[in-house]
């Protein structure tokens, strides 16, 4: 992954609010794409995915939007909790690589109550 | 279930040091990887293994070894440590099949002086 400094992207948001959290991929060949939430002192937890041949997926409070043609991919969380209060990263994989994943950076979701 | 679990939590080291973190799974995954987590960035592979016997480096291979003898186990080696190597390390395992999401450990802090 390309290094974006030290400084990670923000999203502060009120309690109660929906989130949006946005990732550019890189490869335009990539055919999975991941969400990870990680909290402080953890390792990254499995959110939610979502297949190239999908533009949109809804699981429990979240939705994963992809829009191939400008290589986005979104989180949209519903009703935010202070919960949910931790870094999100994207990751993109390739399937002809197997189960390798490229992460992208991530933004911190901040929830205020 | 365990699921994935890595030692030591935390690790200083100096200079010229050699050491390796264990990472074992109990969920008979056939892929294991190695990520190092840096200030700021997302996770970038270290190396990966698809199966027992089978390694091969990932984004960033340089400094350290990896083996697979067993299913459950993938330690990491690093040679000799570096300042630049301090950074938190994760271990993640997965089936080998492409889409199949990644379950990580906890994280090593690793401090290198």
């Known amino acids: 992954g390309e290094s974006v400094g030290l400084h990670l992207p923000t999203l502060s948001v009120q309690e109660g609010d929906n989130s949006i959290i946005n990732c550019a991929y890189s490869n335009s060949a990539s055919d999975y794409f991941i969400w990870y939430k990680q909290e402080s002192g953890k390792g990254p937890q499995f959110i939610i995915d979502?297949?190239?041949?999908?533009d949109k997926r809804q699981g429990q409070r979240v939705t994963v939007l992809l829009n191939k043609t400008v290589k986005h991919l979104s989180l949209q969380i519903a009703a935010t909790q202070p919960g949910d209060s931790a870094v999100y990263f994207c990751a993109e994989s390739f399937s002809q690589y197997g189960n390798k994943l490229v992460f992208g950076a991530g933004t911190i979701l901040r929830v205020k109550s | 279930n365990a699921g994935v679990t890595q030692t030591p939590k935390f690790q200083v080291l100096k200079t010229g040091q050699s050491m390796t973190l264990q990472c074992a799974q109990d969920m008979n995954h056939e892929y294991m990887s190695w990520y190092r987590q840096d200030p700021g960035m997302g996770l970038r592979l270290i190396h990966y293994?698809?199966?027992?016997?089978?390694?091969d480096q990932g984004e960033v291979p340089n400094g350290y070894n990896v083996s697979r003898s067993t299913t459950e186990d993938f330690p990491l080696r690093l040679l000799s440590a570096a300042p630049s190597q301090t950074s938190v390390y994760f271990c993640a395992s997965s089936y080998s099949r492409a889409g199949q999401p990644q379950h990580f450990g906890d994280g090593t802090r690793l401090s290198i002086l």
């Open positions: 979502i297949r190239s041949n999908m």
């Open positions: 293994s698809v199966g027992a016997g089978i390694t």
